[in-house]
């Protein structure tokens, strides 16, 4: 019979009553009263914390994970840099797998912090590496003694932890939300957090933005360059969102996206916070009625996007350019 470690477990324990509550921060907005709740300030830098820390949290009770336990798992960045804060508090191992479209920084952070980091260089599937970094995470568990793969793509736990934690976070901090845009790659996050502002809060707008390229909902596949949002899988989390609308952002427009976000409210976000902010321009463009109440999570901040989205060489020579910002002005 497989136990919980009892030590590791109150690490887990101690782990939650010390985690942030993230802000929400109040923006300015011709239409809508606008609310970003600021998932960059995390200790692992994303809205990923969440995700990661309930998956984790649930392997231990479960007694999947143990002290000698090396978790093993596929990321665009993120969600490797949650588990690496994680793994490293819980003092448990880790092998992040990552891909060639991984800013800088964070591979930086990663090859920082832990002995073996993973980066496949191909093939690239239908718009992305997904498949080969899932392929190479396959051989590693096989490879290793004591291995544990999330599975950040389909492990329901995930969606759980942004029921528990930001979604419970949001509810009640903004009660009288109508509507909330959500960028999507795993679906975990709209997953959890569109169950809970409709369990507590009943009528909420639930927009899903997705980018061009992704096939989520069930647009064609293309490369994409920008890593945060999009799959290049339809991730079967999806099928447990409450989704009212969508909306599908160019990689040209994340980038006007999170430029004006900066511009107009001085926030340094990453990309997928650029495209859902495009996305809420574009939504309520020409809103002639009330006010709706518009939160959306700013997923990370763009230090790590220096030398991408706000790098005007890679920008140009990506032509991913000149996208007319629609400001909703
Ligand atoms: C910055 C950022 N935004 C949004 C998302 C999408 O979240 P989810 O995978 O829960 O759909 C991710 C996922 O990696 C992300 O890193």
């Not at 470690?5 to 010390?18: C, G, I, K, P, Q």
């Not at 568990?141 to 329901?156: F, R, T």
């Not at 997705?210 to 909902?217: F, K, R």
Request: charged share 20%.
């Amino acid at each position: 019979m497989v136990m919980t470690d009892a030590v590791l477990w109150e690490r887990v324990e101690a782990t939650r009553r010390e985690m942030p509550r993230t802000d929400l921060v109040r923006l300015a907005h011709p239409h809508v009263e606008l609310h970003a709740k600021m998932e960059s300030a995390n200790p692992g830098g994303s809205a990923k914390d969440r995700a990661a820390y309930w998956i984790l949290r649930e392997a231990v009770r479960r007694g999947e994970i143990t002290r000698r336990t090396t978790v093993v798992e596929s990321s665009s960045g993120n969600f490797a840099l949650a588990l690496s804060w994680l793994c490293a508090r819980l003092g448990i191992r880790l092998i992040p797998v990552i891909d060639p479209n991984v800013n800088a920084a964070t591979e930086r952070t990663l090859r920082a912090t832990w002995n073996r980091v993973e980066k496949v260089e191909g093939p690239v599937d239908a718009g992305g590496f997904l498949l080969a970094r899932l392929d190479r995470v396959a051989e590693l568990v096989k490879e290793l003694d004591d291995a544990y793969w999330p599975d950040q793509y389909s492990n329901a736990d995930g969606m759980r932890g942004h029921y528990e934690l930001t979604g419970a976070e949001l509810v009640a901090a903004l009660p009288t939300l109508t509507h909330l845009f959500v960028g999507i790659s795993t679906g975990a996050t709209i997953a959890g957090l569109s169950q809970r502002v409709t369990h507590d809060l009943g009528d909420v707008t639930v927009i899903a933005v997705d980018v061009a390229g992704s096939v989520i909902l069930g647009g064609p596949p293309s490369r994409r360059w920008i890593p945060g949002i999009g799959s290049s899988i339809r991730p079967p989390l999806i099928d447990r969102a409450v989704i009212t609308d969508s909306v599908i952002v160019s990689e040209r427009e994340e980038v006007a996206g999170c430029h004006d976000l900066l511009r107009d409210h001085g926030l340094l976000a990453g990309g997928s916070t650029g495209c859902v902010y495009a996305a809420i321009n574009r939504y309520f463009d020409g809103w002639r009625g009330p006010p709706p109440v518009v939160a959306f999570l700013c997923a990370d901040a763009g230090q790590a996007y220096r030398d991408t989205v706000y790098d005007p060489a890679w920008v140009s020579a990506h032509h991913l350019g000149s996208a007319a910002s629609v400001k909703g002005a």
